[in-house]
């Protein structure tokens, strides 16, 4: 039987957020997994997931896309992403305002042919972030298919500097049910799975709010 199962994931979530005191903003629901007996020195125990949430992050999600003149002017026009930045942008990129677009922005998409400037102006920025865009081809239907994949994505990874015996991953906010964070939630506990070898290299899974305490799921 699995250690975790969407019903012991509703009652913790529920418990979270009647625990969680009033705030002026929509708290994040936030879960944690502990690992046990797993050597994360070795590359191939390293967790790094992309996992789609089937009920939505709950939350808008900021999408950058790094654009030649002639894509640029077609997004624009179809208004699909939240920012462009064209090539020229990107050429007078300084570390201070890759930085601020990194903080701004949840996800960073590009033409393939922009890459390579990319991660020579802003790689060591947005890679440690996890934000490396993604190339996708200059195609807008293919760049509508993208940006609606990520509007539901997270990305799950133990790297925090090193690579840590946990892993952390929001999973909606408390303005959703406690049903649809569950569904939520067992998407990320999935994939984290078949990460690792086995189940019982979990110590324990906690959920909890931006600001509230922790409860433990298993």
């Known amino acids: 039987m699995a250690l975790a199962d969407k019903e012991k994931f509703k009652k913790a979530i529920k418990e979270a957020k009647e625990k969680a005191k009033p705030r002026n903003f929509v708290e994040t629901v936030e879960m944690a997994i502990n690992f046990k007996n797993i050597d994360f020195k070795k590359p191939e125990n390293r967790i790094e997931v992309q ?55 949840d996800f960073f998409l590009a033409e393939p042919s922009l890459m390579k400037d990319i991660a020579r102006k802003v ?24 940006v609606k994949t990520l509007k539901n994505t997270v990305i799950v990874s133990n790297k925090k500097g090193k ?22 939630a067992m998407a990320v506990y999935s994939a984290v799975l078949r990460k690792i070898p086995s189940e019982q290299n979990i110590r324990s899974v906690y959920v909890k709010t931006t600001m509230g305490p922790a409860v433990r799921v298993i």
């Open 123 to 146: 790689g060591a920025v947005l890679g440690p972030r996890k934000k490396m865009p993604r190339p996708v081809p200059p195609n807008i239907k293919a760049i509508e298919a993208m």
């Open 51 to 105: 996992v789609t949430l089937p009920k939505g992050r709950g939350k808008p999600v900021k999408i950058g896309f790094f654009a030649d003149k002639a894509l640029a002017a077609e997004l624009k026009k179809a208004g699909i992403v939240d920012k462009i930045i064209t090539k020229e942008e990107l050429m007078n990129m300084d570390k201070k305002s890759a930085k601020k677009l990194a903080k701004e922005f």
């Open 163 to 184: 690579y840590l015996p946990v892993v952390h991953a929001p999973i909606g906010t408390v303005e959703m049910s406690e049903d649809d964070l569950a569904e939520n």
